[in-house]
T-cell receptor, first 112, second 117 residues
């Protein structure tokens, strides 16, 4: 199984809603990532977990809250988002920091 | 600081043409890793290749080839005999193995490749 599975694929939420994005991998990878990608732009790193501990936080606003419950799961909790947060949110995993990343197909998020 | 520049925003070719996507990088570290990823219209990024800074050997994989030149800080990607299925956005990326950017993958702006039948 060489897949990274993200749910949901699409999400529309209001600015007062609370929602969560989920990501799962069963490749035994110990590094997991959240990226944000706006249309026609490259992915931007948000968070990195290594061995289930948050190791990189790219100064992301607190309305985004990551969680790594175990080595296979990664969540991104969303609260009080702004319309400018609308984007494709990509999860990825890798064996280590400098190994190839396996990406999920992403969650297309729209904030109204 | 690390930076990746893909000067070609969009390239359009006709099937069977060869096409080269340019990538120029900047880094102060001596140990780093370079990558190419493909993002087809479906949206999922797909890994193509990884190179470390100590390995300047060029690589060929089927119709794909990569030319890594440290002297010009370039890591160019060539598709030979392009096909419609090669249409995608291609990203070059850099990860430093030192300093404050340790482990962070920096992407270039991407090159949109369209291959017409």
């Amino acid at each position: 199984d060489t897949e990274v599975t993200q749910t949901p694929k699409h999400l529309v939420m209001g600015m007062t809603n609370k929602k969560s994005l989920k990501c799962e991998q069963h490749m035994g990878h110990r590094a997991m990532y959240w990226y944000k990608q706006k249309a026609k732009k490259p992915p931007e790193l948000m968070f990195v977990y290594s061995y289930e501990k948050l190791s990189i936080n790219e100064s992301v606003p607190s309305r985004f809250s990551p969680e790594c419950p175990n080595s296979s799961l990664l969540n991104l909790h969303l609260h009080a988002l702004q319309p400018e947060d609308s984007a494709l949110y990509l999860c990825a995993s890798s064996q280590g920091f400098f190994e190839k990343l396996f990406f999920g197909s992403g969650t297309q998020l729209s904030v109204l | 600081a690390q930076k990746v520049t893909q000067a070609q925003t969009e390239i359009s070719v006709v099937e069977k043409e060869d096409v080269t996507l340019d990538c120029v990088y900047e880094t102060r570290d001596t140990t780093y890793y370079l990558f190419w990823y493909k993002q087809p219209p479906s949206g999922e990024l797909v890994f193509l290749i990884r190179r470390n800074s100590f390995d300047e050997q060029n690589e060929i994989s089927g119709r794909y080839s990569w030319n890594f030149q440290k002297s010009t800080s370039s890591f160019n990607f060539t598709i030979t005999a392009s096909q419609v299925v090669d249409s995608a956005v291609y990203f070059c990326a850099l990860a430093n193995a030192g300093g404050t950017s340790y482990g962070k993958l920096t992407f270039g702006q991407g090159t949109i490749l369209t291959v017409h039948p």
